[in-house]
């Protein structure tokens, strides 16, 4: 008698789908070592700060005037200018605040701001509201280099001839009083120097 055909289950019934015949090509196994990892998500917020960090002030590049604040607390220095040097929070500019009375405005911000027209500095004057003083604020490190030379140079210049000038008139055994004002020089001298010279 026939042998009994063996039963197959449904899926060994389906016919082998060969990928060569219908122009499938099987997928190349990939290396290890050349596998992506795969991406993570997270909705944990620490995670979330620690990959996007907060933004920060702008630090001071070669052209900004906090790249330049040393040279110009040395000139108020030289010249003697009482005022106060403070970084603006973009970590670039800077906020002179004007305390001398040696300035070559009046202690408010409209002939501040005239000034700064006048002398062509790229600068803005404002008015401290908790002293009551002008403001000066510098830009760029552009503005600090005018910002010297047209307020404080003179007044270092002024000050550096009046000390050759001490100097020279001790060396004769004079003793004199030298006002500096930031275009000539007051030199006071007693009638017995002038005698004895």
């Known amino acids: 008698p026939p042998r009994p055909q063996p039963r197959l289950s449904p899926r060994a019934r389906r016919p082998r789908f060969h990928a060569a015949a219908h122009g499938h090509v099987p997928p190349v196994p990939v290396p290890r070592g050349d596998r992506k990892r795969p991406q993570h998500t997270t909705t944990d917020p620490e995670v979330i700060m620690t990959a996007n960090p907060p933004t920060v002030p702008q630090q001071a590049t070669v052209g900004s005037a906090a790249a330049v604040k040393q040279q110009l607390e040395d ?29 070559h405005f009046a202690d408010s911000v409209e ?6 027209h006048q002398t062509g500095i790229d600068a803005t ?18 503005s ?17 001839t009046a000390t050759h000038l001490n100097d020279v008139l001790a060396d004769h055994g004079l003793d004199c009083t030298i006002d500096v004002g930031p275009a000539s020089l007051s030199l006071l001298l007693a009638d017995d120097e002038l005698d004895a010279a």
């Open 144 to 160: 600090v280099k005018m910002f010297n030379a047209a307020l404080l140079q003179p007044w270092i210049t002024a000050r550096t």
């Open 111 to 116: 002939d501040a701001t005239e000034w700064l």
């Open 75 to 103: 000139a108020l220095k030289e010249a003697d200018f009482l005022a106060q040097i403070n970084t603006a929070h973009d970590g670039a500019s800077l906020h002179v605040t004007m305390y001398s009375s040696k300035c």
């Open 125 to 142: 004057a404002t008015l401290d509201e908790r002293t009551f003083r002008v403001v000066m604020t510098l830009p760029s490190a552009d």
